[in-house]
């Protein structure tokens, strides 16, 4: 079965400063999609960040960026720089072609002043 | 503005009650999805289209139906509303080539 553990239910973080989220997969494919989603308390699923399991560089955009390392199957999210406006819940999330994206049940983030 | 829309946002209904959440996209999308997330289960799949007249069923598929007539449009029906389908509901679309699925605002149902 292909499943998506995220392992930290809550996490908190201080404004300006970094924190990384949590995520391992589990598939038998060799070629699939990872992403990262952002929910903020608007209830909108905003995509944050991409990678293509065939690319070893890891994805950057802008304060976002991950680690993925593909023999472990794990997806972490690091966020620089941290925002009030990051406070929200984030799912990882992957698929292995269109027949359907799995998603983890998700972290939710605070960012305080 | 490109974008993935629900009607309604918010809905109340009684057990039963038959109704129907549209989503239309403007971006010309072949893929279409639907979603509903509840507390602790993260999204979960309740079908997906690959194009027009293309659907397939999902993980949670019991008690829905979905058409795809037109390639923007991929309505969610429930014939027979039951309290076990409060949920929030996301539509999603993506291209095919991106493998990269954009959603619409969501649509909180509960039933009664």
């Known amino acids: 079965a292909q499943t998506v553990t995220q392992s930290q239910p809550e996490m908190s973080v201080q404004e300006a400063e970094t924190v990384t989220l949590s995520c391992t997969y589990d598939t038998s494919e060799n070629n699939y999609y990872l992403f990262w989603y952002k929910q903020p308390p608007s209830r909108q699923m905003i995509l944050v960040i991409r990678?293509?399991?065939?690319?070893?560089q890891n994805a950057t955009e802008n304060r976002f960026s991950v680690n993925f390392q593909k023999a472990a199957k794990s997806f972490s999210l690091k966020i620089s720089d941290s925002q009030l406006g990051d406070t929200a819940m984030y799912f990882c999330?992957?698929?292995?072609?269109?027949?359907?994206?799995?998603f983890g049940t998700g972290t939710r983030l605070l960012v305080s002043p | 503005e490109a974008q993935v829309t629900q009607n309604p946002r918010y809905l109340i209904t009684v057990t039963g009650k038959k109704l129907t959440v549209t989503c239309s996209q403007n971006m010309n999308h072949e893929y279409m999805s639907w979603y509903r997330q509840d507390p602790g289960l993260g999204l979960r799949q309740i079908y997906y289209s690959m194009n027009v007249e293309v659907t397939d069923k999902g993980d949670v598929p019991e008690g829905y139906k979905v058409s795809r007539k037109e390639k923007r449009n991929f309505p969610l029906i429930l014939e027979s509303p039951s309290p076990n389908q409060t949920s929030l509901y996301f539509c999603a679309s993506s291209p095919l080539e991106l493998f990269t699925q954009y959603f619409g605002p969501g649509t909180r149902l509960t039933v009664l």
């Open positions: 990678q293509e399991a065939y690319k070893q």
């Open positions: 999330a992957f698929n292995t072609g269109f027949q359907k994206l799995v």
